[in-house]
C-alpha cells in the first residue's frame, strides 16, 4: 500500500485517503495554481498507527523518497545549516474540524540553520521570531508542555521591556526568549528540543496521528457525527512566508459572499504577518479589496486564481494564501461553508451560470437547511437573560405569557393573549391547551415524548426535559435556577431550535420561507425575495425529480389544507383519537362504562354523526387525493379521568357524604382497564375485536362522509386502516365488519365506495408474516414510531429522557432511533415487509408514517427501499419534498 502522495499525485475526489486538505492541495496543484511543493501522508498510514500504536513500517522510507524529491524541487535541504527548507506538518482530515487537531510550522529551525535563514532573508529578527514560534508549538503540541508556560515567558519579555506588542520584541530579546523556551521544554518535556529536524518532522507527524483521537476532536466528531475511524492525512508542505516585511502578507477570501451567496469581492487581508497571526486576532485586517492598492500584480492574479477556482469546482469556494515578498502562493482552498440561505441562492445562481445542472443543485442543499429557513427566529442581538435551557424538541421561537394548564392556555388565547405553556410533562388532555399554545415548556420527557412528538406535528415550538425549572402546576408557577420564580401571566420566551428558555420577551423575525409557502408572499426583486426565489425554483427542481409522494399526518382540515399548500399529496395518517376528546368525552366515557348493549349502542350513535362531519371536512380539504384514515389506536384509559385524581374525588365525596355513584363507577373502569404496560397492551385492533361496534362505528362514519362527498360530486378518496396488526387473522376478522358496513352504506346510498381498506407494519410479527397479511391488506403503512419501540424494546415515551444521553455519549448511535431510521434494525424489517408483500400482491400501496417520513435520512432509505410514499407533519412536508427529490438524483 502506497502511504505518501506528492502533491502532484492527488486530486480533490481522494478525500477519503488524502483528507480534505491535501486532496485539494493536490488539485491546485494539479490546475497549475503556485502551491508550495509538498506531500501528504494518508489517512491509511494513521489508521495503522492509531490500531497498532505503530507508524506501517514502509512508511518512514516513504517519507524519505518523498522528502529527497521535495528537497530536490526546492534546491535546499530540510533544515540546512545555511539556507534551511523548512516545512509545516498539518493534519487534515477528511471531514473538515477546523482547529481541533495540531499543527507544526517552521520545521526545520535549529540552532545552526535559525542563522542560515537569517542570512537568507536578511532580517535577524524574522529569523529568531520563526524559531522561537517553532519551540512553542513544538513544545506544547508534540512534547506536551502546558502551552502558558511559553506565553508567561513572551509576556515577561515583552514586560521587561515595557512594550505590549509582540512585534516590537527585537531579535536579541528574540534569542534571549528562545534560550528560555529550550529551558522550559528541558524541564517540562524531560528532554532537550530536537536539533535534528528529520527527527522534529518524524515527531511531528506522530503527534498530528496522535491528535486525532485528543479530547477536543473527539467531541467535535460526536457533536458533528463524524465517524471515529476514518483518520486523519498529515501534510507536510514547504514553508512560504507572510511576516517578510511590506511586500508579503497572509489572507482569507470567499469567491462569493457566505451570507447572502452574492458574488464580489469578499475576505481579509493581514500584511506583514503569518496566517496564526489573523486567526489570533493580533493586529486588525483589511477588507482583501484593499489588496488591489497594496500589490496590484498580487490582486488580479488572485481574483483570476479565484475564478478558476469557482469554474472547476462549480461552487463557493474558501482560501487562504500568502504573499512572500510579492509571490503568490495558495496554501489552502475548499467547498466553503455558507449559510443555509446562501446555499438555496448559490445553488441557483450557479444553475443560471451554466455550471451545475438541477439535479447537481439538488446536492448543494439538504432538508436541513431549509427547515432552518422556516423557522421564525428569535433577533439574536437582542439582551434577555436565558433562565434555563431544555431539549430542542421542536423548532421555532415562541414568546407568551406563562400558563400552567390547558384550561387557562384555551381560556386566555381565546381573549386574544400569546401564551406558553408549561407543564411538567403533557398528556392528551393538554392538547387544547398546546393547540393555543404560541409554544410548549416541560422540565421533564425527551425528543419522544408526548410533548414533543404532538408539537412537531403541529409545527409548533417546544422545549421539552429542561430539567433545572421547578414546575409546580398546582401553585402555578415555576421556579428557575437561581431561585427566581415565574407566576402565572410572567412571559417568557422559548427557542425550540436551542432549547434555551429566556425570562422576557425576545423580539421574534418571521421566516419569509413560510410566507412563500402559504402563499403569502412570491417570488420577486429584494433580499427575502431573493430568496424566496431561490427555494422555489429548488422545490420545483424537487418535485420533477423525485419518485416518492409525499402525505401529510393531519387529522382536521386546517392541517390538511395547510398540507394542501405546502405541496402534500394527500394524507398519510389521520389519527382518529382527537375526535374522541374535549366535549365528546362525555360520550366515549359512557361508551367505555356501558353495561348494557343498548347503552353501547345510545353512545355509539351519538359519536357517529360527530366523527362523521370530521371525516366529510377533512375529504373536503383534500378533494382528489387519498386520505388515509386510522381506526382508534390508544388505550382506552388515556379517555377517562386521572387515576389519582379520581380517586381524591371519590375519597372526597365519600367523606362529605355527597352523592358519587358516577364517580365511583368511572374509578371502577379506570381500575379495570388499567395496565402496567399500555402501550402493548388493549389498543389498536385489539380495541376494535374487544369492544363490539367501535370500529364498524368509525367504518361507517368514513362511509356516510364519503358517500355524502359524492353526492355533492366531490371526489373523496379513503382509505382505512388498520393499527397495530400482528397477525392477519385479526386483520380479517375486522376487515370482513367493516366490508359488511362499507356494503351496506353503498347499498343505502346506491354508491360504489371503493374504499381501500389496509393496515399499518409497526410490530416485528407482522413485518416478519407481511407477506400473509396482504393477502388482506390492499396497502401498509410503516408505523415507524411503535416498530422502533418494539424492534428496539425502547419506550418511546421515556427513553430519551433516561438514558439515550449516556447511549449517545458512548457513541452506540450517533442519533436516537426515533429520530431516524435505525436502516440494519427496524430498516431492514421494513425492506422485508416491502418485499414480502409485495410478492403476495404486487400493487401493494406502501408508505411511511412514523415520524421518520419527514426526517431527511430517513426519507432516502424509504427511496432505496420502493415505498410509494411518505408522511409527515404539514410543516415537514417542503423538507420531504426536497429530499425525495434529493434521494432521487
Ligand atoms: C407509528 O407508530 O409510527 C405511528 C405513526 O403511529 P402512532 O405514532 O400514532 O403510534
Ligand atoms: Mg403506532
Redesign the pocket.
Known amino acids: 500500500m502506497k502511504f505518501v502522495y506528492d502533491f502532484t499525485e492527488g486530486n480533490k475526489d481522494l478525500r477519503d485517503l488524502l483528507g480534505g486538505k491535501g486532496a485539494n492541495l493536490a488539485e491546485m496543484t494539479n490546475l497549475g495554481l503556485p502551491v508550495p511543493p509538498g506531500f501528504t501522508i494518508t489517512t491509511e498510514a494513521c489508521k495503522v498507527y492509531l490500531d497498532s500504536g505503530e507508524e506501517p513500517a514502509a512508511l518512514r522510507d516513504e517519507v524519505s523518497a518523498h522528502l529527497d524529491a521535495l528537497e530536490a524541487t526546492m534546491g535546499k535541504k530540510l533544515g540546512q545549516a545555511d539556507d534551511p527548507l523548512l516545512v509545516s506538518v498539518r493534519s487534515g482530515a477528511k471531514f473538515s474540524m477546523p482547529g481541533m487537531m495540531d499543527t507544526v510550522l517552521n520545521i526545520g529551525l535549529s540552532d545552526r540553520s535559525v542563522q542560515g535563514l537569517a542570512e537568507q532573508a536578511g532580517d535577524d529578527r524574522f529569523a529568531w521570531d520563526s524559531y522561537r514560534r517553532l519551540i512553542q508549538m513544538f513544545g506544547k503540541t508534540v512534547l506536551g508542555v502546558d502551552g502558558e508556560l511559553f506565553e508567561d515567558a513572551l509576556e515577561a519579555a515583552k514586560a521587561a521591556k515595557k512594550v505590549t506588542d509582540d512585534t516590537e520584541l527585537e531579535a536579541a530579546d528574540l534569542k534571549k526568549l528562545v534560550t528560555k523556551f529550550k529551558k522550559i521544554v528541558k524541564t517540562e518535556a524531560g528532554r532537550d528540543f530536537p536539533q535534528d529536524p528529520r527527527e522534529q518532522m518524524d515527531l511531528a507527524i506522530k503527534a498530528v496521528f496522535d491528535s486525532w483521537n485528543g479530547e477536543r476532536a473527539k467531541l467535535y466528531r460526536r457533536q458533528e457525527r463524524i465517524p471515529h475511524d476514518l483518520g486523519t492525512a498529515v501534510n507536510v508542505c514547504s514553508m512560504v512566508f507572510g511576516n517578510l516585511g511590506p511586500d508579503s502578507g497572509t489572507g482569507v477570501a470567499f469567491t462569493r459572499d457566505p451570507a447572502s451567496g452574492h458574488q464580489g469581492v469578499y475576505g481579509d487581508y493581514l500584511q506583514n504577518a503569518q496566517g496564526e497571526d489573523v486567526v489570533a486576532g493580533i493586529r486588525n485586517t483589511v477588507p482583501l479589496a484593499e489588496l488591489e492598492s497594496i500589490d496590484k500584480k498580487s490582486y488580479d492574479q488572485l481574483m483570476r486564481i479565484m475564478e478558476t477556482l469557482e469554474n472547476h469546482y462549480k461552487d463557493l469556494c474558501d482560501i487562504e494564501f500568502t504573499i512572500e515578498r510579492g509571490q503568490l502562493w495558495m496554501l489552502q482552498t475548499r467547498v466553503g461553508k455558507r449559510t443555509a440561505g446562501a446555499a438555496f441562492r448559490i445553488a441557483t445562481q450557479l444553475v443560471d451560470q451554466g455550471l451545475i445542472d438541477e439535479a447537481e443543485a439538488l446536492t448543494r442543499v439538504n432538508g436541513a437547511q431549509l427547515a432552518q429557513l422556516m423557522f421564525p427566529r428569535f433577533d439574536e442581538d437582542a439582551k434577555v437573560a436565558q433562565v434555563g435551557r431544555g431539549i430542542a424538541a421542536s423548532p421555532g421561537a415562541a414568546v407568551g405569557k406563562a400558563v400552567f394548564d390547558s384550561y387557562t392556555a384555551v381560556k386566555w388565547s381565546r381573549s386574544g393573549e400569546k401564551v406558553i405553556l408549561i407543564r411538567r410533562e403533557t398528556n392528551p388532555d393538554d392538547l387544547d391547551g398546546m393547540i393555543a399554545a404560541e409554544g410548549i415548556l416541560t422540565s421533564r420527557g425527551g425528543k419522544t415524548s408526548h410533548a414533543a ?1 404532538v408539537a412537531r406535528g403541529m409545527g409548533k415550538t417546544c422545549v421539552c426535559g429542561a430539567e433545572e425549572l421547578e414546575v409546580d402546576t398546582k401553585r402555578r408557577r415555576m421556579t428557575v435556577p437561581g431561585g427566581h420564580v415565574v407566576e402565572e401571566g410572567d412571559v417568557v420566551s422559548i427557542d425550540g431550535s436551542t432549547g434555551k428558555v429566556y425570562l422576557g420577551e425576545v423580539p421574534v423575525v418571521p421566516s419569509p420561507v413560510v410566507e412563500y409557502f402559504e402563499g403569502r408572499m412570491h417570488p420577486g426583486a429584494d433580499d427575502a425575495d431573493e430568496l424566496v426565489e431561490a427555494v422555489h425554483r429548488m422545490m420545483a427542481f424537487a418535485d420533477r425529480k423525485r419518485r416518492l409522494r409525499v402525505r401529510a399526518n393531519a387529522d382536521n382540515a386546517e392541517d390538511a389544507l395547510r398540507a394542501r399548500r405546502f405541496g402534500a399529496q394527500g394524507i398519510g ?1 389521520c ?1 382518529t383519537e382527537h375526535m374522541f376528546l374535549g366535549d365528546r368525552r362525555e360520550l366515549v366515557e359512557r361508551l367505555i362504562l356501558a353495561d348494557t348493549e343498548a347503552e353501547r349502542e345510545e353512545s355509539l350513535k351519538g359519536l357517529l354523526p360527530l366523527q362523521k362531519r370530521d371525516f366529510v371536512e377533512l375529504f373536503e380539504a383534500m378533494d382528489g387525493l387519498p386520505v388515509t384514515i386510522r381506526l382508534l ?1 390508544p388505550p382506552l384509559h388515556e379517555f377517562l379521568p386521572d387515576i389519582t385524581e379520581l380517586s381524591v374525588r371519590v375519597a372526597l365525596a365519600e367523606s362529605r357524604q355527597e352523592p358519587h355513584e358516577n364517580e365511583l363507577r368511572l374509578l371502577q373502569a379506570v381500575h379495570r382497564l388499567h395496565e402496567q404496560n399500555p402501550m402493548l397492551g388493549l389498543r389498536g385492533v385489539r380495541l376494535g375485536l374487544v369492544i363490539p361496534g367501535l370500529f364498524t362505528m368509525q367504518v361507517r362514519a368514513i362511509a356516510e362522509a364519503a358517500a355524502e362527498r359524492r353526492a355533492a360530486k366531490a371526489d373523496p378518496r379513503a382509505e382505512i386502516m388498520i ?1 397495530l396488526v400482528g397477525t392477519v387473522q385479526e386483520l380479517e376478522i375486522v376487515r370482513e365488519e367493516a366490508d359488511k358496513v362499507i356494503a351496506e352504506v353503498e347499498a343505502a346510498t346506491g354508491t360504489a365506495l371503493k374504499l381501500a381498506i389496509g393496515t ?1 407494519i ?1 410490530l416485528p410479527r407482522a413485518a416478519l408474516t407481511a407477506g400473509q397479511i396482504a393477502e388482506a391488506a390492499e396497502f401498509f403503512s ?6 422502533t419501540q418494539t424492534v428496539w424494546g425502547f419506550s418511546r415515551d421515556d427513553v430519551e429522557a433516561s438514558f439515550f444521553t449516556a447511549y449517545l455519549e458512548k457513541g452506540i448511535f450517533g442519533v436516537s432511533p426515533f429520530e431516524t431510521i435505525d436502516k440494519d434494525g427496524v430498516g431492514s424489517l421494513v425492506k422485508l415487509a416491502a418485499q414480502a408483500g409485495r410478492a403476495t400482491r404486487p400493487d401493494l400501496k406502501l408508505g411511511v ?3 421518520h417520513g419527514g426526517d431527511p435520512e430517513s426519507v432516502h432509505f424509504f427511496h432505496e427501499v420502493g415505498l410509494d410514499y411518505v408522511s409527515c407533519s404539514p410543516f415537514r412536508i417542503p423538507v420531504a419534498r426536497l429530499e425525495a427529490g434529493r434521494a432521487a438524483v
Open positions: 412528538v395518517l389519527r389506536d393499527p399499518m409497526e410503516f408505523g415507524t414510531n411503535d416498530l408514517c412514523g415520524e
